[in-house]
């Protein structure tokens, strides 16, 4: 594995006698989009905070880039970018004064034109901020955030409120990001935003830490079975299903019917069967396992908005 930019031992977090951040550790590797993932309230916005250093532990060790967040603050925050869960800017303040604003704080900066052609605002730097759109007020808060061209990237529920398009736009410029040797630190209460971005996914709820690897390995060591969901035309009594061994359950939605089943086998069985038997099925297709299903088997509840 390559080498920690993050290290997080034992980190508590309490808010009367609620524990907000209850004992956790994990470490983030040099080069990687690393998620902590969970429904909102589990804890994930305080345990960035404490790492990025906005916010004191009551126990627990961290490291950030091999300084302590708390202590070296100030050195820190030329080598980190941040981008807040909640952010605001004036709304007549135009992008490049924002751009401007901003450089000023740090020692070092990047070209602030070719940052804003990469992310899409070369042609709004003279808007106004209340005049973005949602999806181009985000791409500036990442632009702020990358403009001391920090080592590592924190992102705090990143596109929360953003269409599935901007939304999809915005997974493309992490990766891109993360393609130019950075290292993303993000958070998430969207499953398939961290299935699909991220390389490991520290799952989080009530605080705790429930499960941690990659996405592909915390889909198969759940072993979810795999969903065969088609419609029929009339009526289907489902026990007529039972001689099927390849299926592990059934259920029936309306005219939608959902089959179960861990083996191989169980998609061309059900369909050989229904074939075989004439019966009249259509809108036929399978479901694999999601990084959701982990989370919903691991907490037993819906993801909570």
Not at 138 to 164: H, K, M, S, V, Y
Not at 248 to 272: F, L, R
Request: net charge neutral.
């Amino acid at each position: 594995m390559s080498e920690a930019v993050v290290e997080v031992k034992n980190l508590c977090k309490s808010y009367g006698k609620i524990k907000a951040v209850d004992d956790i550790s994990f470490e983030v590797s040099s080069g990687e989009i690393f998620g902590l993932v969970g429904p909102n309230g589990a804890g994930k916005t305080t345990a960035i905070e404490c790492i990025e250093g906005m916010r004191k532990s009551d126990s627990g060790n961290l490291k950030v880039l091999g300084l302590n967040p708390l202590k070296n603050g100030r050195r820190l925050r030329h080598y980190i970018g941040i981008q807040l869960q909640q952010s605001e800017l004036p709304a007549r303040l135009k992008v490049w004064e924002a751009i401007d604003l901003f450089s000023s704080f740090y020692q070092k900066n990047i070209e602030s034109s070719s940052l804003l052609n990469d992310l899409g605002l070369e042609d709004k730097k003279s808007s106004y901020f209340d005049k973005l759109s949602g999806g181009q007020k985000q791409r500036l808060f990442i632009a702020l955030a990358l403009l001391n061209n920090p080592d590592l990237i924190f992102l705090d529920e990143l596109t929360t409120g953003l269409d599935p398009q901007a939304r999809r736009t915005t997974w493309d410029l992490i990766t891109g990001i993360r393609e130019k040797g950075k290292t993303i630190f993000l958070t998430t209460h969207y499953m398939e935003e961290a299935e699909r971005l991220c390389d490991r996914v520290a799952i989080m709820d009530h605080g705790k830490i429930m499960a941690l690897d990659t996405p592909q390995n915390l889909i198969r060591n759940i072993k979810i079975e795999t969903r065969l969901i088609f419609n029929v035309i009339g009526d289907f009594p489902l026990d007529t299903l039972n001689g099927i061994k390849s299926i592990s359950k059934y259920e029936k939605s309306g005219d939608k019917i959902i089959v179960y089943g861990h083996d191989k086998k169980m998609v061309k069985d059900t369909v050989n069967f229904l074939v075989n038997n004439n019966i009249d099925f259509h809108d036929l297709k399978t479901e694999q396992a999601t990084l959701e299903d982990v989370f919903l088997t691991l907490t037993g509840k819906e993801i909570r908005n």
